[in-house]
């Protein structure tokens, strides 16, 4: 038999895959939610506001390296 072990075969498909626009897309969306997370925070909420920041920053990122053609 030529199979593949099930340990060694891929769980991908095709259909798991995200097109670069349907990727930025969701980046964008999540880019607009932390963004509306970070402004709803308080003064006393300076730890979740360093790790929005940043996660905000790193999805921004994200986007850019998606969007450059």
């Known amino acids: 038999m ?6 060694e075969r891929s769980d ?3 259909l798991d895959l ?3 626009d349907e990727a930025y897309g969701r980046l ?3 880019i607009a939610l ?3 997370r970070l402004a709803e925070l308080g003064a006393g909420d300076e730890a979740e ?13 994200a986007a850019e390296d998606l969007n450059v053609r």
């Open 18 to 20: 995200l097109t670069r």
């Open 12 to 14: 991908w498909t095709d």
């Open 49 to 61: 506001r360093e790790l929005l920041t940043t996660r905000l920053r790193a999805l921004r990122e």
């Open 28 to 30: 964008q969306e999540e």
């Open 2 to 7: 030529s199979r593949r072990p099930e340990s």
């Open 34 to 36: 932390t963004a509306r």
